[in-house]
């Protein structure tokens, strides 16, 4: 191994920037040089490509999203795209490609593996939290800070209007965010897409809390469990409380990266150059019980990552 790839791919996160700083540098301090490839998968079918040294990874260990760019490609998708990639790879000497994103980005490098025998390693870099073999991503801890300040404020106003407010957080088809933010932000009621709810269940909550004298409520609802919208308004019909949607959106991706998705990015990323060059490949890094490991990449992603049900239950004690 003398050369390797790496690339940032799907939907940006924070500290992505830090995994690609711990991958060049400890990529270099192994005599290995480093490509960057930008865009992700679509910069690598074009040739997107510029040599990384010491100094191209200066001053980003604190900043979200990716100096490398990323890129949802369709173009990916197709065999011809992907024997575009592999050819390009080929042509600049790299032997080996790091990377940094989703399981759609993990389905694409063993896609590259198994069909044109690129060494390939994933790191896992999403708010999302939803990738098997690793108990955290890179990204989620900023995300959920970045929902818990939102949760802050919005109660700050729901308290003094005396009002309901339904927070819409992202997780696509999960409810990882949803959890544990609705947890730490101490929220009336969660609603994610792994537990089936009942809306007049939430209606009985928010009443009880009422008789208690409780006279603003928050209800952090998955973007996979249901559309806010149609919920802000059954429960504004069904409560008579004065009720308010917000839509958290795309502040979620962004921010500068928390202590803990520096450190997990920094310790995945050398992972990721040692399983390089020790010459494995079809590998996903993951963190579990605090330990950085390499995952065989089609263990990974047969594996279904399950939700902490426990927690889930708890956050019904705890807010009642
Ligand atoms: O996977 C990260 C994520 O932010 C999801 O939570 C969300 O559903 C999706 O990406 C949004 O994607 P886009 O930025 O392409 O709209």
């Keep these: 191994m003398r050369r390797i790839g790496v690339l940032t791919s799907g939907g940006d996160s924070p500290g992505m920037n830090s995994a690609v700083r711990a991958v060049v540098r400890t990529a270099i301090h192994n005599g290995l040089e480093v490509v960057g490839i930008e865009r992700g998968y679509a910069g690598l079918i074009h ?18 999203g990716t100096i490398l760019k990323t890129a949802r490609s369709q173009e ?41 025998g690129v060494a390939t390693v994933g790191i896992p870099g999403t708010i999302d939290n939803d990738i098997p073999c690793t108990d955290y991503t ?42 544990e933010a609705g947890v730490a932000g101490g929220a009336e009621s969660i609603l994610i897409p792994e ?6 269940e939430v209606v009985e909550r928010l009443m009880r809390g009422h008789m208690r004298g409780k006279l603003h409520s928050i209800i952090i609802v998955a973007e996979g469990a249901g559309n806010v ?18 839509i958290l959106g795309h502040i979620q991706r962004g921010g500068s990266p928390t202590a803990f998705d520096r450190v997990l990015a920094a310790r995945m990323g050398a992972k990721a150059v040692d399983v390089m060059m020790a010459g494995e490949t079809r590998k996903v890094i993951g963190i579990t019980a605090g330990e950085i490991k390499a995952y065989d990449i089609d263990y990974a992603l047969s594996q279904h990552k399950t939700i902490d049900l426990d927690l889930y239950k708890l956050a019904n004690i705890l807010s009642i």
């Design 47 to 64: 040739r997107e490509f510029r040599d990384m040294n010491l100094s191209s990874v200066a001053d980003i260990v604190q900043r979200g």
């Design 76 to 116: 990916f998708m197709t065999p011809e795209g992907r024997g575009q990639a592999a050819s390009n790879l080929k042509n600049l000497d790299i032997d080996g490609l790091v990377v940094i994103g989703g399981d759609g980005s993990f389905r694409g490098a063993r896609a590259l593996a198994t069909e044109h």
């Design 138 to 179: 890179i990204g989620f801890d900023t995300c959920l800070n970045t929902v818990l300040d939102a949760i802050n404020k919005i109660r700050d106003t729901a308290t003094s209007h005396e009002r309901t407010f339904i927070i819409e957080v992202m997780g696509r088809r999960t409810g990882y965010i949803a959890l």
């Design 195 to 200: 537990v089936p709810f009942r809306l007049d």
């Design 229 to 246: 919208l149609d919920i802000g308004k059954y429960l504004q019909d069904k409560t008579g409380f004065e009720t308010r949607v917000t």
